[in-house]
């Protein structure tokens, strides 16, 4: 894994996208299915601080339905949202326990989104019996219901819904392409050696999926290997044509062992941070832009020219950087072999940088350690949030004749009659 100060270059075809504030970003997260939880949450929570026994044995509160459901406006749509009901079973004149959701009151049409934020701010660092002072300066009145009994239901909703993806089928799936990182949050992880190790496809209709997140050890072979099997154990039997990833070595051990018929790209993003960081900063500028040269380049052959003259230009005193590119110049031109319309998505890792980038080198580290299965929950919402605006692959119909074997050189589809001929003619 290469270190947090990566510089990052400009890619016309693929810019990143900006940083946003970071609780702009965090509150356009999941509202849909967060806001279900927390209203449900909110209500048991609620049962269990009021209720008592009668004296028929009975409970005095119960559960009565729900409202009739509403449409409440939220910064991804209309959320249909349906208010449980609470019916209080004590009679006499005794004042009667009322349950008025304090997260979607009665007569509220637009959702200010705050159960998008616990995730991101328990990654951050923020406990249980924080939320309310965190959150009350956002959302206002409607933070005082996050009580630390809320909170502690979502997140083990959260885990067990975690834990039922980890153990879901994929075997009917087919996936082309792979991206795989490790991702360091030093927030409320156990030990500084660990980090998250994530795993992206794209199915061949074109859509971006989520298949792994696990904790790992400083990105060891074993620990992706781990990893891997599970996948596996899922059911997917059949490997992607590429996968890529960052110079961790321990990603493309383990992928050698348990898929060893996938083909390595190397992320260009992490690979140009990684030569230049061993450049001096006078220098910088001017080996930018003749690394862009060989990933822009619209040939593999022209490519290589560029390769080349990167690797005269600072051989002489810079060996360092040199051998840092020439090491895996093999697996940073396999994307010419696959169609041109793909190149800007499987040349860098960036689906998985782009999603992390509200969290990701902005974490303070706790002093309190929790259980990796809640830091890969809230991993998982975070991520199962952002899927749902993940856009298909540019020119996903040609995924289908890359799952074939179609052979593409510098992009294009090769001609096999042409190919062949060509052969006989190089053959004698």
Same mark, same amino acid.
């Given at each position: 894994m290469s270190n947090d100060n990566v510089i990052a270059f400009e890619n016309r075809e693929e810019r990143a996208k900006p940083v946003h504030d970071l609780l702009t970003e965090a509150l356009r997260q999941g509202a849909k299915q967060l806001l279900a939880a927390a209203v449900e949450a909110e209500v048991s929570d609620f049962m269990e601080q009021h209720q008592e026994t009668l004296g028929n044995g009975k409970n005095r509160l119960a559960r009565n339905g729900h409202l009739?459901?509403?449409?409440?406006?939220?910064?991804?749509?209309?959320? &249909?949202?349906?208010?449980? $009901?609470?019916?209080?079973?004590?009679?006499? !004149?005794?004042? #009667?326990?009322?349950?008025?959701?304090?997260?979607?009151?009665?007569?509220?049409?637009?959702?200010g989104d705050m159960n998008e934020l616990l995730p991101l701010l328990y990654l951050?660092?923020? !406990?249980?019996?924080?939320? +309310?002072? &965190?959150?009350?300066?956002?959302? @206002?009145? %409607?933070a005082k219901n996050l009580s630390t009994g809320v909170i502690s239901r979502l997140k083990k909703q959260w885990e067990g819904e975690y834990t039922s993806w980890l153990r879901s089928s994929?075997?009917?799936? %087919?996936?082309?392409?792979?991206?795989?990182?490790? +991702?360091?949050?030093?927030?409320?992880?156990?030990?500084?050696?660990?980090? #998250?190790?994530?795993i992206m496809g794209v199915t061949d /209709?074109?859509? %971006?999926?989520?298949?792994?997140?696990? &904790?790992?050890?400083?990105?060891?072979?074993?620990?992706?290997? &781990?990893?891997?099997?599970?996948?596996k154990q899922r059911g997917l039997t059949q490997s992607p044509k590429v996968a890529v990833g960052d110079g961790a070595m321990g990603f493309w051990a383990a992928l050698d062992k348990v898929y060893p018929e996938?083909?390595?790209? $190397?992320?260009?993003?992490?690979?140009? @941070?990684? #030569?230049?960081?061993?450049?001096?900063?006078?220098?910088q500028p001017k080996a930018k832009s003749m690394l862009q040269q060989i990933w822009m380049s619209d040939t593999k052959s022209n490519a290589g020219i560029a390769?080349?003259?990167f690797i005269e230009q600072f051989s002489l005193k810079h060996i360092g950087a040199v051998k840092c590119l020439k090491k895996d110049r093999d697996a940073l031109l396999s994307f010419y072999d696959f169609p041109a319309e793909h190149w800007a998505h499987i040349r860098t890792s960036n689906p998985i940088e782009s999603t992390f980038s509200t969290v990701r080198h902005r974490t303070k580290k706790s002093k309190n350690c929790h259980s990796y299965t809640t830091i890969m929950a809230m991993v998982f919402k975070l991520f199962e949030s952002a899927?749902?605006?993940? $856009?298909?692959?540019? @020119?996903?119909?040609?995924?289908?004749?890359?799952?074939?074997?179609?052979?593409?050189?510098?992009? +294009?589809?090769?001609?096999? @009659?042409? /190919?062949?001929?060509l052969k006989k003619v190089n053959n004698g």
């Open positions: 009739p459901q509403r449409d409440i406006l939220t910064g991804i749509g209309e959320v &249909a949202v349906k208010v449980p $009901r609470v019916r209080d079973r004590k009679t006499g !004149s005794e004042e #009667v326990i009322q349950y008025e959701s304090e997260i979607v009151p009665k007569y509220l049409r637009r959702c951050k660092g923020i !406990s249980s019996g924080q939320f +309310v002072d &965190a959150l009350t300066p956002i959302v @206002g009145e %409607k994929l075997e009917s799936k %087919k996936f082309v392409y792979w991206w795989a990182d490790g +991702v360091y949050l030093s927030a409320r992880m156990e030990h500084e050696k660990q980090c #998250v190790l994530v /209709e074109g859509n %971006k999926e989520l298949l792994a997140i696990d &904790a790992g050890f400083r990105e060891s072979t074993e620990s992706w290997q &781990a990893v891997l099997l599970s996948l996938v083909r390595h790209q $190397r992320c260009w993003f992490h690979k140009m @941070g990684n #030569v230049l960081n061993k450049l001096p900063k006078n220098l390769f080349d003259q899927q749902t605006r993940w $856009r298909k692959l540019r @020119g996903f119909k040609k995924l289908g004749q890359v799952i074939t074997g179609v052979q593409f050189r510098d992009g +294009v589809e090769v001609d096999q @009659g042409t /190919e062949d001929k």
